[in-house]
């Protein structure tokens, strides 16, 4: 069965630190996915990224980085020079390929950063 | 914006009632989900439909049902509500029936109060 863990449940940083939230997931398919979300005070889930398990790349998107480790089931994720909009909870999720239910995700349990000023 | 639409934004209502809680998916997407957010599960994936046809099922009560209509719009009906059933109902969508066919993307939820 396919879990993952997000063991911070909550951070507090202060403006311009970086801050690096963690994701462990388990599953026993060869071929999965990996994503990150974003939860706001508003509520909705805003989509981040999506890896797939034969890309170990690391990726950037502006002040967002993504390390992918599969020898230690990781999935981590880095904000640098945190701003107060970064505030929200942010969840880690997998999805193994091999399952009938296609995109069906098995989320975290999440990670509340607050950033201050 | 995602695309996705939900309908309503919020409810309040009482135990033992039925509410209908509807999708619209981005256009173009044929997969809609439906997931749960509620302080005790945490995000939890109910039920998906490609296309019109149930496609998996995951921690969906029996007093739960849900159905994806000829125009791709979705409804999750919930039935018989109890206090626990008190959550921030997600609706998402895709292109395809699995998760190498795109991203999943979330609408803003519609949060469920009983009473």
């Known amino acids: 069965a396919q879990k993952v863990t997000q063991a911070q449940t909550e951070i507090s940083v202060v403006e311009k630190e970086d801050v690096t939230l963690d994701c462990v997931y388990e599953t026993r398919d060869t071929t999965y996915y990996l994503f990150w979300y974003k939860q706001p005070p508003s509520g909705e889930l805003v989509f981040l990224i999506r890896?797939?398990?034969?890309?170990?790349q690391n990726e950037i998107s502006g002040r967002y980085s993504w390390n992918f480790q599969k020898s230690t089931s990781s999935f981590n994720f880095t904000i640098t020079a945190s701003q107060v909009v970064d505030s929200a909870v942010y969840f880690c999720a997998l999805s193994e390929k091999n399952n009938n239910a296609g995109n069906m995700l098995t989320f975290g349990g999440g990670t509340r950063l607050m950033v201050k000023p | 914006d995602s695309g996705v639409t939900q309908t309503p934004k919020h409810l309040i209502t009482a135990t033992g009632q039925r509410v209908t809680l509807r999708c619209s998916p981005r256009?173009?997407?044929?997969?809609v989900y439906w997931y749960q957010q509620s302080l005790d599960q945490g995000l939890q994936f109910l039920i998906q439909y490609y296309n019109g046809e149930e496609r998996a099922k995951g921690n969906i009560l029996e007093r739960f049902s849900a159905q994806q209509f000829p125009d791709l719009h979705s409804e999750l009906n919930l039935s018989s509500l109890e206090l626990g059933d008190s959550a921030l109902y997600f609706c998402a969508s895709s292109v395809g029936p699995g998760t190498n066919t795109g991203e999943l993307f979330f609408g803003e939820g519609s949060r469920l109060t009983v009473l």
């Open positions: 256009s173009g997407d044929l997969s």
């Open positions: 890896r797939n398990s034969f890309d170990e």
